[in-house]
């Protein structure tokens, strides 16, 4: 159990057009989705929260314009990357937050990861 | 906000030796202190947590301390194998908030 999928695993994009990622909790609610960035040998740095039903909360210098979240759903979030420029090349992650009735409380479920390359 | 510092940032050992890994916080809040397995180009894997009502815990070959006062923590791993050999990340998680505020990861190679 506690799974969360990612589409697309890989995506390359020219400069200015926009990529949509999709998180998924397959067998579980997620009240709250992260989403994280992941630079070449680098830590993973939070983007943004992502709640259902309302607005994300995003890290401080990270441009919600830019980033759009949106948590339609109890097992869907998704991260648009308007007008995506060389320098948003990345690795994406999101994980989800299962309710307390699962596993153990503040565990994260991480996805497998979206690779962005934008030419 | 959380600030985490992880300590080293690459790890060489030889097999069936010990390895571990430190990590600072400075929120004294923080209770909830996982940490995580990666490997390139793969999403991290939780390999043991530890919250802050307890000191030590341990599973096989894997354990991890936490000292509250001192606000650090600690990876052990024990009889290391080439497998082990990975990218691990330290985090630390404030109750109600629940981001996880992850360490700048150690490398590890375990030398056959």
């Known amino acids: 159990g506690a799974v969360v999928s990612q589409h697309p695993s890989r995506v390359i994009c020219k400069s200015g057009t926009s990529v949509k990622i999709e998180c998924r909790s397959l067998d579980f609610q997620a009240t709250t989705m992260f989403w994280y960035r992941q630079f070449p040998k680098q830590s993973l740095m939070l983007m943004a929260t992502s709640n259902e039903g309302s607005k994300a909360t995003y890290e401080q210098g990270v441009e919600k314009d830019k980033f759009l979240i949106n948590h339609a759903s109890l097992t869907l979030s998704t991260l648009t990357v308007t007008s995506a420029h060389p320098e948003d090349s990345s690795f994406y992650i999101c994980?989800?937050?299962?309710?307390?009735?699962?596993?153990?409380?503040?565990?994260?479920?991480f996805g497998p990861g979206t690779r962005l390359t934008v030419l | 906000g959380e600030n985490v510092e992880q300590h080293p940032s690459t790890l060489s050992v030889q097999e069936g030796d010990s390895a571990v890994i430190k990590c600072t916080y400075s929120?004294?809040?923080?209770?909830?202190f996982p940490w995580y397995k990666q490997e390139l180009g793969k999403r991290p894997q939780l390999i043991i947590d530890i919250r802050s009502n307890v000191g030590e815990k341990k599973d096989q070959r894997i354990a991890v301390t936490l000292n509250k006062t001192a606000k650090h923590f600690s990876l052990h791993i024990t009889e290391t194998q080439p497998e082990d050999s990975a990218v691990y990340f330290c985090?630390?998680?404030?109750?109600?908030?629940?981001?996880?505020?992850f360490g700048t990861g150690t490398r590890l190679t375990v030398i056959p």
């Open positions: 929120d004294s809040a923080s209770n909830y």
């Open positions: 985090a630390a998680s404030i109750p109600g908030a629940n981001n996880l505020f």
């Open positions: 994980s989800a937050l299962p309710g307390q009735t699962l596993i153990s409380y503040n565990e994260q479920f």
